[in-house]
């Protein structure tokens, strides 16, 4: 739990902090990193860099268009197929999740990888 | 295992972070887009949310400030010209960067680059017609005799590179990002490109459908149904100007033989019958102020985002206000302290088309004047998305480049037909608005005008001083009577236009008698003026109104004025309905009781006024076009490209000869007089009006006509508006058909400080995320304008916000 907790908070301000200045992968990077070093098990990290990722950009989209009342979202909604632009802010989250999800996954699993190794090394003969 | 579930996850995690970056057909870059940060919610954004302060400018020689009001017009206060114009390069790109490249990539036939093969024909066919071809011609022109246009332009693409190069991933404008490409450098080339375009889009000709026609018809049907000048002429310049010049002579040479062939290759779009614009200028005597007051409303595509943009452009010397477009230098259509002007489309054939015959299949030499002469190639390399480059070679003779031939739009191998065309020509309109934005008098105004070669116009002229002029201006081939009205034989060097009509020759007119001046893309003069005059495109109906209400006129204010822009009666429907009523002797069918006599009753009582909520134009609409359609049926099925007689004619016809066999269809065994056309297309009308109300609910004329403004993309529905609620129609004054109408409206009273208002369908910003994107629609659609009146740099009422540009 510590470790979901720690994931999730230590990814959230990094996603917050850095998003406005690189790209989503360079923050998918980022977040398979936080998970490698927190080392979480494959399902905490996964949960943890997803919501975290998925959470920060659904309220930065919610943010938005809170703040600036334009009425771009409901014209993205129709252009891409979607009924309601409530929708658009899901799809956004959702994206978020599956980016930070599998980053972080991926990141826990290369430092089972290595952990596993060593206990190998250790059990072996 | 574990090897394999860390494979597993690093491959998913890998494909998604590539994946969502990359396009798949029509679908955009998914992460990107969605990306808070980046993608499309940054496009949210008003412009004063996102404006700064101070932007520093290398290269500026002083301080500009900026100020935008608040329907988001900047004015910009500079202390030299340069910097004006690298301020104005900067301050649209801020603000309609994506348009104003996507419309030059498009006049550089680029647009297979952005949307993928499915440009390549439209792509092929701007490079065959030679647009890039004819901007270099213009960019060389300046580099060796106008340097300091030059310097101006590299000024204002300066100022547009500012803004590109400092641009963030968030800040793209929004169709950079669902198409997925980025902005390239700004040019002087790019901005020569885009008036080359605005030549595009307004020169028309028939000359291959005419070539036809004449071997259909025959010489003597063909100038029945074509003639030269209508039988109720109300030119430009009035008919009863005076000519004061001695007109160079021509003559049409003995014996001239056109090529007789029948042709058969696909022709280009043309402009849509029915745009065009009004402008006009009312003297001092007949207005309530004494002082001129001038309007102009070009009518062009309703596109979004707006082809205009507003702007007031100031330095110490001179305050000038108006439209601009965006990629031009200066103000293309406004008014300074001392004079207003204003442009409308002076349609003439300056577009003319050349049988080559080349020496072998290898086109290397062509037939002139009976000797071979060799021939140039330019090879357009056309990049297309997604796909290998398409390279397409253009043969160059010295009339101009072959357009069509055995690769392109011809069915025959022998086809080989060059175009000549005035736009071609090393030319510097660029100059006539630096000029016309500074200009103080009819002088500084005709010096404008004598810059101007394409796409000719009607200038329309007022001054403080009280002067009112207009002058029809263009580069105009001195053409013998017919010359260049069909296909020409490339060979014979007497079917070549050679000279141009001076300048001091060209139609204009300054105080008229009459006390106005107007113009709406009608007849430039009439029969006395000494040089052959000939389009197939000429307005018949908006000028004989307008010319109406201004004769009637008198006192006006700057109400009057507006009002008449917004006029929506229906002149062809006035002269037309009674004729066709009168055909099928509508009263006698309402005397038997004819089912449809509600129908007939209901167009009887019409006042031919074309309001939003009337459905009678809605039925006159459809009939006529029945109406039209059968008349000319032989002519439309044909296979062969032809031009049809216009409304003015073909109401003529049913008017002064019902019993024509022109009327009668060849098809059937029966003889058709006009009547029969009539009552038959007044039985589709019927079926066709039942069938909308059923759908609809309603036949209103707004609903009918749905004028929409479509976004330059048009699978970007949700960033067009459909439906909108307006009246007027084709070649009605407010011309607001469905996709075309008053793209700018502009009213000007000069005085002391000059009262001035605006409006166009649309808004300041290019972005549909901000609430200036639309901010100008409802009062465009409704008749109502907003203040146009100069700024001082001082004002402070009304700012949306200020930015300062440093050196």
Known sequence: MIRFTALLILSALFILILGPFFSYPVLMIGVFILAYLVGGSGGISFFAGGLSFGLIWFFQAVYIAVQTNSSLPEKMAELMGLGESNLLWVATGLLGFLLGGFSALSGSLLRNLFKKKRDQGIYRY | MKYIGFAFALIITLSLGVALSLQFGSIPPLGKLLDPNHGFWQNSFTEDQIAKEEIFFDGLIAEVTITYDEDLIPHIFAENEEDLYRAQGYVTAQHRLWQMEFQTMAAAGRVSEIVGPIALDLDRMTRRKGLPFAAEQGLQYLETSDTESLRFLNAYAEGVNLYINELSE???????????????????????????????????????????????????????????????????????????????????????????????????????????????????????????????????????????????????????????????????????????????????????????????????????????????????????????????????????????????????????????????????????????????????????????????????????????????????????????????????????????????HNAATLNPARGFVSSANQHSVDPSYPYYVFDNSFEHYRNRRLNERLRLMGNIRIEDMMELQFDNYHLHAAEALPVMLNLIQADTLIAQGNPNSDYLKSLMAWDFYTNPSQTEPSMFDLWWRYLNRSVWEEYIKSEKPVVLPNKYQTVKLLQNESQSPLFDKKSTDKLEIAKDHVLASFDSMIVAVEKFKAEKGELSWATFKNTTIQHLVPNFKSFSYEGIQTGGGANIINATSERHGASWRMVVELGDEPSAFGIYPGGQSGNPGSKFYDSFLKKWANGEYVNFKLRKATDQQQVLFKTTLKP
């Open chain 2, 170 to 504: 968030a800040r793209l404008p929004i169709e950079y990002k669902i198409l997925n490409y980025r902005p390239e450098n700004w040019s002087a080339y790019k901005s020569i490109l885009l008036l080359k375009y605005m030549a595009d889009m307004l020169v028309g000709d028939r000359d291959l459908e005419y070539t036809n026609l004449r071997n259909m018809l025959g010489e003597e049907l063909l100038n029945k149904l074509f003639p030269l000048f209508p039988e109720e002429n109300d030119p430009v310049i009035e008919a009863e100007k005076v000519w004061d010049f001695e007109p160079l002579q021509i003559s049409r040479p003995d014996s001239i033989n056109y090529p007789e062939e029948d042709i058969f290759v696909k022709t280009m779009p043309q402009p849509v019958p029915g745009i065009g614009s009004n402008n006009w200028a009312v003297s001092g005597t007949k207005t309530q102020s004494g002082k001129p007051i001038l309007a102009n409303d070009p009518h062009l595509g309703l596109n979004l985002p707006s082809l205009w943009y507003a702007m007031q452009l100031t330095t110490p010397e001179y305050s000038v206000k108006g439209a601009t477009l965006p990629g031009a230098l200066g103000i293309i259509s406004g008014f300074n302290e001392n004079i207003a002007w204003g442009v409308t489309n002076a349609t003439r054939d300056t577009r003319d088309w050349y049988a080559i015959q080349f020496k072998q299949a290898d086109r290397l030499e062509y037939l002139y004047n009976d000797q071979w002469i060799q021939s140039t190639f330019r090879i357009e390399e056309i990049k297309v998305k997604g796909q290998a480059p398409f390279m397409d070679t253009v043969v160059y003779t010295h009339h101009g480049p072959i357009v069509y031939d055995k690769n392109f739009r011809a069915e025959r191998q022998d086809v080989n037909f060059a175009l000549k065309w005035t736009a071609h020509l090393p030319s510097n309109e660029q100059k006539t608005f630096l000029l016309l934005n500074k200009g103080q008098n009819h002088n500084d105004y005709i010096e404008a005008l004598n810059h101007y070669t394409s796409p000719a116009q009607n200038f329309v002229f007022a001054s403080n001083e009280g002067d009112i002029a207009i002058k029809v201006q263009g580069k105009f081939p001195l053409k013998w009577e017919g010359q260049g009205k069909f296909l020409m034989d490339g060979n014979d060097p007497r079917m070549e236009w050679k000279d141009f009509i001076p300048n001091e």
